[in-house]
């Protein structure tokens, strides 16, 4: 496996992918300014697009860290933090992508509780029948919402995982 290291963050990576390995691996990031004293935060997600046997799943691991070196406001720095995690398939070159499965997980709970965490949490879309004929895309949406800054939900579209092509 190689490791990708994304401003501290690390991943890892295939070195080259096999069954039960990301056929493609999209790492994105985003340094969350946060309202007064709170530590601005950088926010990892590494969306991943595998093939287990005869199913293909899309799934988004999540990692953070704060980038102040000194925290002076402890208290709760999101209201909310979900990512929607999408499998996404095509018939045809051109045509549009269908969802076939998705799932959104809930986060606040855990970004609230650690300043950082290195171990990615993951969210996976349910996997589903591979289909050769097919190419299928992973696509993800974080939407949150930062304590006390009066803005209500950001939303965040993350281009997904590279086609597998039958």
């Not at 990031?29 to 287990?52: H, S, Y």
């Amino acid at each position: 496996m190689g490791i990708v290291l994304v401003g501290g963050i690390s991943f890892a990576g295939p070195a080259a992918a096999s069954e039960g390995e990301c056929v493609d691996a999209v790492t994105s990031t985003r340094a969350i300014d946060l309202p007064g004293l709170k530590p601005d935060t950088l926010i990892a997600v590494e969306q991943c697009l595998e093939l287990q046997g005869a199913t293909v799943q899309a799934s988004s691991a999540l990692v953070w860290q704060i980038l102040d070196d000194v925290v002076q406001d402890r208290g709760r720095r999101f209201t909310s933090f979900e990512v929607t995690n999408r499998l996404e398939s095509r018939l045809a070159p051109g045509e549009a992508p269908r969802t076939v499965s998705t799932k959104t997980c809930d986060f606040t709970e855990q970004l609230n509780a650690a300043w950082s965490n290195s171990v990615a949490i993951e969210c996976a879309a349910p996997a589903a029948p591979y289909n050769s004929a097919q190419s299928w895309a992973s696509g993800t949406t974080v939407v949150y919402d930062l304590e006390d800054d009066g803005k209500g939900p950001v939303r965040w579209e993350i281009a997904g995982a590279s086609l597998i092509r039958g």
